[in-house]
């Protein structure tokens, strides 16, 4: 911030030509990009960081940042076999260290076999090492309960975000009425709004159910494409199950429903299941939308397109920094799928560190491998402490007045709803601010807590949310949510 | 549609029995029949078909792993299955892939890369003090110490001060400011990124963007994906592959008819020309687009890649600077940089940076947004790109290992790089210019008219054509010039010169015996090439040694009942 003063003010003085990228000439649909859960909330939480280390006085000693689901920024430790054989394909000299589990070298040595040169330093095929594609194609069999995975339907990506974009842009086409038109949940991820303003594509909203738990209603989708199709031409709906920011987990009859929907109003499927790992109430299930569509036979199994999508930065083992993930699709054109993998193309291929991570996360050591037991250990040990953390943070959250919260089925996050006195929402109106960001900002300023607000999600209008990752170990997320439900009610004192 | 449909019937579509009047391949009727597993006559139409689908990705094309390269991967999956070819291996020199090609990494990188991935490694005693320092660095300064945190959306602070560093050094102490600098995946994503903020406007306030040809193609691809307007510049291939202004100004000319020409894109070194930008080159670049107000991109991740003696790289921040106030407070450049390239190679982990200068700051936030969409550029690959521009210095333990597998990287290099071009020039009807950077050869060759006859009839282009019949014949894959753009009428291939150097020689060796038993190539090529001192006579003899000796590398064989070494003429052969 300061350095743009500074350029501004030289602009002034210099009087220097008018440049040739400016706001106004650059492009709109960029223009029109949002993306909170990086947005200014997250810049002045790194502002506030850079003041505390030059020693300024804040009511707070750190800032945390519950903004976003990075698991191991929070202290969750790698899983070592995963970290083992990527450290040996990385340097294969470490193979011949006695330090390294036998299990570990076979795998790398595998890799290793699969990449160009043996080394994770050649590109690799566009659509990912052909080896792990076919390791995908084996777990979504295991997982789906022996329903075959094609490897030549898989491509590995820069972590979902990636191959969810490509699938997108490859949907977008027509103009004015006819111009493709994408239902997305509200609340969403705002990688989907962000992804359709930068194509130029119609965002169709549907709103979850908070009512129920954040359900997906089949009749909202009807009314939402319905009133979708005076302006655009609707062609594809994005589902996020588990939810991410609102943490439900879609039954199998909703599935069922949802898929039914899509092949009557004619949609190409996305489905974002980037936390099918993370699931915790003990009533859900994660279902996988390709299960359930081969599980409904003809005419759905054998004729609607699908896209699902998967990562390694989530489940149990929070690898986001290595950028691993793949898309499965189903009933795709041949010819469709020959273009993705010529757009794939241009940009090479995905990181090789992360395909290798990812060849880890779906074929992780099997019970008779040396690994074994120090791998489910690890497993098991963060996938219980989440569950205790949703636990923890729903019934924090639901004892607060003022603040009421959904159970957080799988996922990350809560979306807990606040709210908001009267005089607040004025002030906030009057500050050009949406009222659930000026309840954030206060929030950091005064805790060094970084949230999200839930208008950067979307929400019924009115309604007012934030959204927090269940990420800090647990006692420190005990003092934050204290913390957090303290400052609400001293918020809403203080605006009453 | 025109370009779609041609795009399609060059194999980027479905499947149909191939261009080249054969059977399909058993690996592509596999491929086929595992996508039609079904029935096709029952089932309604698709929501995503090719009509149906975004026309700007349609029109997007992309030859270094195009139509070719997926031939390769069949042609190598027919061998592993034990179908008998006449090669025993296909030769991708299609693509600057180093280490695909058997460079191996350097050994400090790897190390530093294997500590931050596995820190138990810190207490190893077989891995350096200065390897475990940088390893500890780059940790203090990823979130939870870990290189599986998400960065800040622009990459990890204390990385993004080492490449302001690097900068500064590299230029002659002209400041880098770390705020400007931005870590990408791969130098493509800084690329398309710039690209896609720049592009705006509708009819002819369209944005047109200046490239050379022949380009690197993701250019073209990136432009067509964005509907911005591909405005081409040619080199000048009879002087080096020189930037010509007078060039530039005749594209910016007649652009301005149809569109707004807003950015210029420089590649230096050249790629696929290898061509090095003199500095009173870049200057005159500078200077024009100063007065056409154009924004500057500068493609420069070959810049430690340059092997002629009388050639050196300027980066185009320095010779901005150096050309005073005026220049340098005006006119903005992007200059981008990759791991992928120089003596590392480091291609998979797909790190990359862009230094901007003189962005508007709000063009900046825009960009940080931007950016902060895809989350942040791999993490590994950030630490990979802070081993480049940070490596061990003079006293450190790793420095002398470290710089002597530099040096014999790019010693290597510069010595296929001058093998190359002498080859090719060897040849009547192949003319190359000198290889004076980059990874590649991009040499001209003739092709009779009988062969761009049956391209024609395949509609292909002719240089395609050559390329396929090559990789049929032979394994060796490289790319024709015009995926990469070329002045009408003539044909290049762009080929990589990475192969150890054996292997390069034997490439050569068979792709200038292609060259020879093409029908008709001979006579015509030496009518073709007047000013080459290979006369018609000389040239056959040379084509009879070809037919007469049994190998191209058997300079004991006998030729017309002598030893080919006794032939004067034999030069050719016995340079093998």
């Not at chain 1, 005419?299 to 149990?316: C, I, N, R």
């Not at chain 1, 800090?472 to 005990?478: A, Q």
């Not at chain 2, 992928?340 to 990359?352: A, D, I, L, P, V």
């Not at chain 2, 032979?474 to 054996?502: D, K, N």
Request: some cysteine; aromatic content about 8%; hydrophobic content about 40%.
């Amino acid at each position: 911030m300061a350095s743009s003063t500074v350029d501004q003010s030289q602009v002034a003085r210099n009087g220097l030509r008018e440049k040739v990228l400016t706001l106004n000439s650059m492009n709109p649909r960029v223009r029109r990009v949002e993306y909170a859960v990086r947005g200014p909330i997250v810049q002045r939480a790194l502002e506030l960081e850079q003041e505390l280390r030059q020693g300024v006085k804040k009511p707070f000693t750190e800032v945390i940042r519950a903004n976003i689901g990075d698991a191991q920024a929070m202290g969750q430790r790698p899983i070592t076999f995963l970290r083992q054989v990527l450290a040996l394909c990385v340097n294969p000299d470490l193979l011949n260290s006695p330090n390294f589990p036998d299990d570990a070298k076979k795998r790398a040595e595998r890799i290793l076999q699969a990449c160009g040169g043996h080394s994770l330093g050649a590109y690799s095929i566009s659509s990912g090492i052909q080896l792990i594609r076919e390791d995908v194609a084996q777990y979504i069999e295991r997982r789906d309960g022996g329903i075959p995975a094609d490897p030549n339907n898989v491509f590995l990506s820069t972590g979902a975000s990636d191959a969810i974009v490509t699938v997108l842009k490859l949907l977008v086409a027509g103009e004015g009425h006819t111009r493709t038109g994408v239902l997305i949940p509200i609340p969403q991820y705002p990688l989907y709004s962000a992804t359709l303003a930068e194509l130029g594509a119609v965002q169709v909203d549907y709103y979850l159910e908070e009512e129920r738990a954040w359900a997906l209603d089949v009749a909202e989708l009807h009314r939402a494409l319905c009133q979708a199709r005076d302006h655009c031409c609707p062609r594809a709906l994005c589902v996020i199950n588990p939810g991410n920011p609102t943490g439900q987990v879609q039954t199998r009859e909703c599935i069922e429903d949802v898929i039914r929907f899509a092949f009557q109003e004619r949609l190409f499927l996305l489905a974002d299941e980037v936390y099918q790992d993370n699931v915790y109430s003990a009533g859900s299930q994660f279902h996988s939308f390709k299960k359930v569509l081969m599980e409904m036979g003809p005419p759905y199994a054998v004729q609607q397109e699908l896209a699902s999508f998967h990562s390694t930065s989530k489940g149990y083992m929070g690898e986001c920094g290595f950028r691993g993930g793949y898309v499965e699709v189903v009933n795709m054109d041949p010819a469709v799928q020959q273009q993705m993998l010529k757009l794939m193309s241009v940009r090479l291929c995905p990181p090789v560190p992360g395909q290798a991570l990812l060849d880890l996360v779906v074929s992780p050591p099997a019970p008779t491998d040396p690994s074994f037991m120090q791998f489910q250990a690890e497993r098991q040990a963060v996938l219980a402490e989440l569950a205790a953390k949703a636990r923890l943070t729903e019934q924090v959250f639901s004892e607060a007045p003022g603040i009421s919260c959904n159970p957080v089925q799988g996922a990350m996050y809560s979306f807990p709803r606040i709210q908001l006195p009267p005089r607040a929402v004025q002030l906030a109106q009057e500050l050009g601010l949406a009222p659930d960001m000026f309840f954030c900002l206060c929030l950091l300023e005064e805790t060094g807590i970084c949230v999200v607000p839930g208008s950067g999600f979307g929400q019924r209008e009115g309604t007012y949310h934030f959204r927090m990752t269940i990420l800090p170990p647990l006692e420190k997320l005990r003092l934050l949510l204290e913390k957090l439900t303290r400052f609400h009610a001293k918020f809403t004192l203080e605006y009453s | 549609m025109q370009r779609a449909a041609a795009l399609l019937r060059r194999g980027c579509g479905p499947r149909t029995p191939g261009p080249w009047g054969r059977n399909q391949s058993s690996a592509a009727a596999e491929a086929s029949a595992v996508l039609n597993v079904r029935p096709e006559r029952s089932r309604r139409e698709r929501i995503l078909t090719l009509e149906s689908m975004n026309p700007q990705v349609k029109a997007v094309e992309y030859a270094v792993r195009g139509p070719i390269v997926l031939k390769a991967g069949e042609i190598e999956l027919e061998l592993q299955r034990g179908i008998k070819k006449p090669f025993t291996e296909v030769i991708r020199a299609n693509i600057g892939d180093a280490q695909a090609m058997g460079q191996q990494p350097i050994t400090f990188l790897r190390q530093v890369m294997a500590l931050c991935t596995y820190p138990n490694l810190l207490d190893s005693p077989s891995f350096p003090e200065d390897a475990k320092k940088r390893a500890r660095r780059i940790l203090q300064a990823c979130g939870g110490n870990s290189l599986g945190s998400y960065s800040a959306s622009q990459g990890v602070n204390c990385i993004r001060e080492d490449v302001a560093a690097y900068i500064t050094r590299r230029d002659g102490g002209v400041p880098a400011d770390p705020d400007n600098i931005y870590l990408t995946t791969g130098a493509s994503d800084g690329i398309s990124t710039i690209l896609k903020i720049l592009v705006s406007g509708g009819g002819k306030s369209r944005t047109g963007v200046l490239i050379p040809i022949p380009q690197y193609p993701l250019y073209s691809a990136v432009i067509s994906e964005l509907d911005a307007i591909q405005v081409n510049y040619y080199l000048d291939e009879e002087n080096c592959w020189a930037l010509n202004v007078n060039e530039l100004r005749r594209a910016v000319k007649e652009a301005k008819d149809h569109c707004d020409p807003k950015v210029l894109c420089i590649i230096n070194p050249g790629n696929p020309t290898g061509q090095v930008q003199s500095r009173k080159c870049i200057e005159d670049v500078i200077h024009f687009a100063w007065e056409e107000k154009l924004f500057l991109l500068a493609d420069e991740v070959y810049q430690d890649n340059v092997y002629s003696p009388d050639c050196r790289f300027h980066s185009f921040k320095k010779v901005l600077y150096e050309m005073g106030p005026e220049y340098s407070s005006n006119v903005e450049l992007a200059s981008f940089h990759s791991t992928s390239k120089g003596y590392m190679g480091e291609c998979g982990y797909r790190g990359g940076y862009m230094e901007v200068i003189n962005l508007h700051p709000e063009i900046k936030g825009q960009l940080v947004k931007l950016l902060s969409v895809r989350l942040c550029p791999p993490v590994s690959g950030q630490a990979a790109m802070d081993i480049v521009v940070n490596p061990p210095v003079p006293g450190e333990e790793s420095f002398e290992q470290f710089s002597r597998e530099k040096e014999s990287v790019l010693g290597n290099l510069a010595k296929k790089a001058k093998l190359t071009e002498d080859l090719f020039n060897q040849v009547p009807g192949i003319h190359c210019n000198p290889l004076q950077g980059a990874m590649y050869a991009f040499p001209r060759i003739f092709l009779p008219a009988k062969a761009v006859e049956a391209a024609q009839a395949h509609q292909m282009a002719p240089d395609m054509f050559y390329c396929m019949k090559l990789l049929e014949e032979t394994g060796i894959c490289v790319v024709p010039g015009s995926g990469f753009g070329q002045r009408e009428g003539t044909y290049h291939f762009r080929m990589t010169i990475l192969p150890p150097v054996e292997k390069l020689k034997t490439v050569l060796q068979k792709i200038l015996f292609r060259y020879f038993s093409c029908p008709g190539t001979t006579r015509e090529s030496c009518h073709l090439r007047s000013h080459s001192e290979v006369t018609s006579m000389k040239f056959l003899s040379l084509i009879q040694i070809c037919v007469c000796s049994v190998s191209w590398g058997s300079t004991a064989g006998l030729c017309l009942g002598r030893p080919i070494a006794a032939h004067p003429e034999a030069q050719l052969a016995v340079l093998f």
